[in-house]
């Protein structure tokens, strides 16, 4: 079961099939990215020394090599960590401490982050940065065969951070990276070998989890050479391997579809656009339909429940004459088939259709639970069900629309910023007495976070300060692009915050 077998049977499959490129040039065919794997497999478990369920953490701007590690780790029986490259260095020495990373590898731009932080975690022995002999030496000597793993056992620790301000990482195991990879074939798409798929998000979340379906249909991996996501590079990349599969933050699917280049997109260079993470406004997807044609599917899923609780097919996206098509085009769509979603009060029981709650779904993607966290894992996962924390509700024809989200998440850019870390920090200022960070709508970016202060009596505090504090300890995307310093905060009976109030004086 363990899931880089889904590499070993593409290359038995195609194995002259272009796994990998950089840009507009091949890279690897798959017969060669199994060999390759196999061999960086032999280092990690003989030269490095590393044991079955050992974790590897990846600190990677989008490369080919990213596949090439994660697959390498697989193969070896080992435990992936794949870490957003924007977070700030004390956010990477959390998630390699609670992990027990003994081994990390990293692109050259991160090389200097991790080994600032190495001495605080005490697991981590090496770091391998892709740029030196260290890395290119791991390709050098004889294949290993294939671990086994058990389908319950550990493959991606995906850290996702929870309103506790600290980072959990949900357990995805092979057996969930397999139901989620066999689901996208029933409800997202099941495309030609030999097409192709546009890492342009980072493949520490939702885009390199699509490398799974992908790869098992022999499609070519390919990564932008500026290892970011511009329009004009992305718009080339389609026409170099036309046929495409790209996933988009909503925020993502705007600045294409803004851009001048964008009228040069020529049918069938985009397959599929799959876009999910944050709300999408009907007019941006009225617009990309529009431009772009019936290219786009919605998903929502969590890291909990990896790209698979509801989804709106592209059928849906293209039923202009159904009398609900707005409303359907603002819905998260229809549960998916590996999946089973309920909408529940407090106390668990299904509420009648159109009414608001709690979304739940249990299924074979839902994950084992948070690493070395079963207080949170008992919290969130209650007799099989997953218990999201977003808010929601069905239509009478079984759509799911989300109304809130309960855990106040902000969505900037595609990328989750937890309010209570960030209040965590400015805490930290002296002259802080108490504070509450809501997110405030914004054109481009979906929605950004502003902080409302009280100031203990006497003291005082400059938003330059309180930004100094967030850039001392939280990547930069997360801090507050605005300070509000007022007298008191709203609060209820039970001295809850009133973030609701909060929004309205925004």
């Known amino acids: 079961m363990n899931i880089a077998h889904l590499l070993i049977k593409s290359a038995q499959a195609f194995p002259d099939h272009i796994a990998l490129a950089k840009g507009d040039a091949a890279h690897l065919s798959y017969r060669n990215l199994l060999r390759k794997v196999s061999v960086m497999a032999t280092h990690l478990r003989t030269r490095m020394k590393l044991q079955p369920g050992d974790r590897v953490a990846l600190a990677m701007t989008n490369c080919v090599e990213s596949i090439e590690a994660m697959y390498a780790i697989w193969h070896a ?14 956010e990477f020495a959390f998630i390699l401490q609670n992990s027990g ?3 990390c590898v990293v692109t050259p731009d991160l090389a200097d982050s991790i080994a600032s932080i190495k001495s605080e975690c005490e697991a981590l022995e090496r770091i391998v940065d892709t740029s030196t002999r260290d890395y290119s030496f791991m390709a050098v000597g004889d294949p290993l065969p294939i671990a086994d793993a058990a389908p319950e056992d550990p493959a991606w620790l995906f850290y996702t951070s929870g309103t506790t301000g600290r980072p959990k990482g949900a357990t995805l195991t092979h057996r969930n990276l397999l139901a989620m990879s066999l689901n996208y074939y029933a409800d997202v798409d099941r495309p030609q070998p030999g097409r192709s798929i546009l890492h342009v998000a980072p493949v520490s979340h939702g885009s390199g989890l699509w490398n799974f379906p992908l790869l098992g249909r022999g499609a070519v991996q390919v990564f932008p050479e500026s290892g970011r996501y511009e329009v004009p590079e992305t718009i080339a990349l389609l026409r170099r391997w036309p ?11 705007k600045r294409l579809i803004d851009h001048p280049a964008a009228g040069d997109i020529r049918p069938g260079e985009i397959r599929t656009i799959s876009y999910g993470g944050a709300p999408m406004y009907v007019s941006d997807l009225k617009k990309s339909l529009d431009l772009l044609g019936n290219v786009m599917i919605q998903l929502y899923g969590q890291g909990e429940s990896p790209m698979t609780i509801t989804h709106l097919s592209r059928e849906e996206h293209a039923r202009r004459d159904h009398p609900r098509w707005e409303q359907r085009l603002a819905s998260a769509g229809l549960p998916d088939s590996c999946v089973e979603v309920r909408v529940v009060g407090e106390d668990g029981k299904v509420l009648p259709t159109g009414e608001v709650g709690e979304i739940i779904v249990r299924g ?13 894992t008992a919290r969130s996962l209650r007799d099989g069900w997953l218990w999201t ?15 809130d989200r309960s855990k106040d998440m902000i969505i900037s850019g595609g990328s989750n910023i937890y309010p209570r870390e960030i209040e965590d920090v400015l805490n930290m200022h002296p002259a802080v007495a108490e504070c509450s960070v809501v997110g405030r709508p914004h054109p481009e970016w979906g929605e950004e976070a502003i902080a ?27 801090r507050p692009k605005d300070y509000r310093f007022i007298d008191g905060l709203p609060k209820n009976n039970y001295g809850k915050i009133l973030k609701t109030e909060l929004r309205k004086l925004l």
């Open 77 to 90: 029986g080992l435990v992936a960590v794949p870490m957003n490259a924007k977070l700030h260095p004390r």
């Open 101 to 103: 990373t003994r081994a």
């Open 243 to 253: 046929d495409a599969t790209i996933f988009l933050a909503p925020t993502m699917v």
């Open 364 to 376: 074979e993607t839902v994950m084992a639970g948070y690493w070395q966290d079963p207080e949170a």
């Open 389 to 403: 924390g977003d808010v929601g509700c069905f239509d009478e024809d079984g759509f799911l629309t989300l109304k």
């Open 452 to 478: 409302f202060v009280v100031l203990r009596e006497g003291r005082q505090a400059t938003p330059a300060e309180l930004d100094a504090l967030c850039l001392e300890n939280v990547a930069r995307y997360k």
